[in-house]
């Protein structure tokens, strides 16, 4: 059976894609802090608040639902916080990832294959990157590469795969960002940017292996 938060985080994502594309900013706004509010509820149902290494996880959580409300906003100045909070909130998830004792091997070694493609993305973001946000940009990748390989190790301990999958839509989300706001702004970044992000935090907050 489909957790309840989980339909009603996916009507919440169809309804903010909706609303993307018709151009409603006040929809927009409701749907994004409405999906949103979904993980935080995701986390606040396990407990990650109070359990353990969770805090790290809920705190993460926390840094993704800040970024999406500064993301409401327009301009370097929003973006500049958004990119910070998501920033705050990726170093929250691999810090609770490391805590609850990943299979280091696993980590390093899939940090060394995530390298190529952490080039060819510097490759093909960074010339359209404007030099005073290069350093954030480049904080930002590096910090998401190392929290999927810590993902990987997570998952390889203790078989928590449907965390690395929410780890990797995540990850993968965040290239649709990037086009938007660096390459070629488009509706249909959101189309599948939106439900990667989406989907990919709630699979972090509901598959967290607590103690």
């Known amino acids: 059976m489909i957790p309840l938060s989980f339909g009603i985080m996916l009507a919440a994502v169809a309804a903010l894609i909706v609303a993307e594309f018709k151009g409603h900013a006040g929809a927009r706004a409701v749907f994004k802090l409405?999906?949103?509010?979904?993980?935080?509820?995701?986390?606040?149902?396990?407990?990650?608040?109070?359990?353990?290494?969770?805090?790290?996880?809920?705190?993460?959580?926390?840094?993704?639902?800040?970024?999406?409300?500064?993301?409401?906003?327009?301009g370097q100045r929003a973006f500049l916080a958004g990119l910070g909070s998501f920033l705050l909130g990726h170093l929250f998830f691999a810090v609770g990832f490391a805590a609850r004792e990943p299979s280091w091997t696993a980590s390093a070694g899939s940090l060394a294959l995530l390298i190529a493609p952490a080039i060819i993305v510097h490759r093909w973001l960074m010339p359209h990157v404007e030099a005073a946000m290069r350093a954030p940009v480049l904080a930002y990748m590096t910090v998401i590469t190392v929290m999927l390989a810590l993902a990987v190790g997570l998952a390889t301990a203790t078989g928590a795969w449907m965390l690395l999958a929410g780890a990797a839509l995540f990850y993968l989300?965040?290239?649709?960002?990037?086009?938007?706001?660096?390459?070629?702004?488009?509706?249909?970044?959101?189309?599948?940017?939106?439900?990667?992000?989406?989907?990919?935090?709630?699979?972090?907050?509901?598959a967290f292996p607590l103690a």
């Open 34 to 74: 409405s999906a949103s509010s979904v993980f935080m509820w995701e986390g606040v149902e396990r407990g990650l608040h109070t359990a353990g290494d969770g805090v790290w996880i809920f705190a993460g959580l926390v840094g993704c639902f800040a970024g999406d409300a500064a993301l409401l906003g327009r």
């Open 173 to 206: 989300s965040d290239l649709a960002v990037a086009r938007d706001r660096f390459i070629k702004e488009s509706q249909f970044n959101h189309l599948w940017g939106a439900p990667a992000y989406f989907v990919g935090v709630w699979l972090m907050a509901h």
